[in-house]
T-cell receptor, first 116, second 115 residues
Framework: DGGITQSPKYLFRKEGQNVTLSCEQN?????MYWYRQDPGQGLRLIYY???????QKGDIAEGYSVSREKKESFPLTVTSAQKNPTAFYLC???????????????FGEGSRLTVL | AQSVTQPDIHITVSEGASLELRCNYS??????LFWYVQSPGQGLQLLLK??????LVQGIKGFEAEFKRSQSSFNLRKPSVHWSDAAEYFC?????????????FGQGTELSVKP
């Protein structure tokens, strides 16, 4: 079955460490997204990518980095510069290409990061 | 600026009762509107979407939503709630010209169901 796989599901980090969250999709979608979820704040966009080797900052990109070397993969690195990294992180994808919208977002199961 | 407001943070209904979750949006053009549901610790699942045409849209699990342009609203309804409907519900709007397919989400409404 096609879908989005996020790993790990739970991750613990010490302050000052960088961590990378994995996101892989086999839906053949062009666009991929990373959202952060905190209680009572909904989902906030961190980064998105419409095509391989290109990505754009979202609303809360500070302290995060991404890469898009393959269509299927969009890993997110939470750096030590992120002041409050404890959160639930959701990866999503869609068929859209550029300004041509083709469908809704499909989400992975999420990764919960806790900073100790 | 584009935004989505869900006025109710938490709603409790009795099993078998009707449900309406409110969503208001701010968007200059014709919006695409979505409702997603999330169980604790899980990802989001699409319930329904509005792109164009009939303003009353049907979704999965017996949910429906009505788009009212004059009120900038897209409220979610279900005639009879089941205990398994307890979850968090998110309204979203998008996409935005030049910004790919990203969506803007409301803060969410947590639904509790009383037996």
């Amino acid at each position: 079955d096609g879908g989005i796989t996020q790993s790990p599901k739970y991750l613990f980090r010490k302050e000052g460490q960088n961590v990378t969250l994995s996101c892989e999709q086999n839906l053949n979608h062009d666009a991929m997204y990373w959202y952060r979820q905190d209680p009572g704040q909904g989902l906030r966009l961190i980064y998105y990518s419409q095509i391989v080797n290109d990505f754009q900052k979202g609303d809360i990109a500070e302290g995060y980095s991404v890469s898009r070397e393959k269509k299927e993969s969009f890993p997110l690195t939470v750096t030590s510069a992120q002041k409050n990294p404890t959160a639930f992180y959701l990866c999503a994808s869609s068929k859209t290409t550029g300004n041509s919208y083709a469908g809704e977002l499909f989400f992975g199961e999420g990764s919960r990061l806790t900073v100790l | 600026a584009q935004s989505v407001t869900q006025p109710d943070i938490h709603i409790t209904v009795s099993e078998g009762a009707s449900l309406e979750l409110r969503c208001n949006y701010s968007y200059g053009a014709t919006p695409y509107l979505f409702w997603y549901v999330q169980s604790p610790g899980q990802g989001l699942q699409l319930l329904l979407k509005y792109f164009s045409g009939d303003t009353l849209v049907q979704g999965i699990k017996g949910f429906e939503a009505e788009f009212k342009r004059s009120q900038s609203s897209f409220n979610l309804r279900k005639p009879s709630v089941h205990w398994s409907d307890a979850a968090e519900y998110f309204c979203a709007v998008g996409p935005f010209r030049g910004q790919g397919g990203k969506l803007i989400f409301g803060q969410g409404t947590e639904l509790s169901v009383k037996p």
